[in-house]
């Protein structure tokens, strides 16, 4: 059983595109976060939610919006994507802030050609 | 600014050899600072570290947290191959977790 999963895990794509990548976690966490992380591994957060409702948006521009239908889903949707997208994209869950660990997916990589 | 630093950057070690990981943080609000082990896939949790002075061990792993001084150190002895990882420090604040650049760690057979 995976913990969190990720679809797709890999993506090509061409400039301007819109694409979505689903994230699911089974754990019956409260609260779900997006990172990128870029060539240099350097792992940013986009987003979190806790029980379906965004809580975090760090300045990420608005051609990126998440969606969490509920609170084992968030979905990533990337509106008219550009060549800085490229990245690997990671889901991760934890029980509730503050609560420590957090459990990653296994990652989407997203080249935008 | 909210900020993580981690380092050295890299580090090459033959196998045997104990190295020491070093983080640094700057974060308003602190509750935790986390470990974790990155191989080709996504990052797994090493530590959960929320007081000073309290070491936690597993295997050969262990890592301690100053809040005084604001660091903290995560210690590899007797090295493995299997260890090459990117070791990532990370710091709960206020709603969400600040990661560092990362310490690239290579162990030569």
């Known amino acids: 059983d995976t913990a969190v999963s990720q679809t797709p895990k890999y993506l090509v794509t061409q400039m301007g595109n819109d694409k979505s990548i689903k994230c699911e976690q089974n754990?019956?966490?409260?609260?779900m976060y997006w990172y990128k992380q870029d060539s240099k591994k350097f792992l940013k957060i986009m987003f979190s939610?806790?029980?379906?409702?965004?809580?975090i948006n760090e300045t990420v521009p608005n051609r990126f919006s998440p969606k969490s239908p509920d609170k084992a889903h968030l979905n990533l949707h990337i509106n008219s994507l550009e060549l800085g997208d490229s990245a690997v994209y990671f889901c991760?869950?934890?029980?509730?802030?503050?609560?420590?660990?957090?459990?990653f997916g296994p990652g989407t990589r997203l080249t935008v050609l | 600014e909210d900020k993580v630093v981690q380092s050295p950057l890299s580090l090459v070690v033959h196998e045997g050899d104990t190295v020491t990981l070093n983080c640094s943080y700057e974060?308003?609000?602190?509750?935790?600072l986390l470990w974790y082990k990155q191989e080709k896939k996504a990052p797994t949790f090493l530590f959960m570290l929320?007081?000073?002075?309290i070491e936690k061990k597993s295997g050969r792993l262990s890592s301690i947290l100053d809040k005084k001084e604001l660091f903290s150190i995560l210690n590899i002895t007797a090295t493995q191959t299997g260890d090459s990882a990117i070791y990532l420090c990370?710091?709960?604040?206020?709603?969400?977790?600040?990661f560092g650049t990362g310490t690239r760690l290579k162990v030569l057979a």
């Open positions: 991760a869950s934890s029980q509730n802030y503050g609560m420590g660990e957090q459990f």
């Open positions: 754990l019956g966490h409260d609260t």
């Open positions: 939610y806790n029980n379906k409702e965004l809580i």
């Open positions: 974060v308003t609000n602190f509750r935790s």
């Open positions: 929320t007081s000073s002075g």
């Open positions: 990370a710091v709960e604040g206020t709603y969400k977790y600040i």
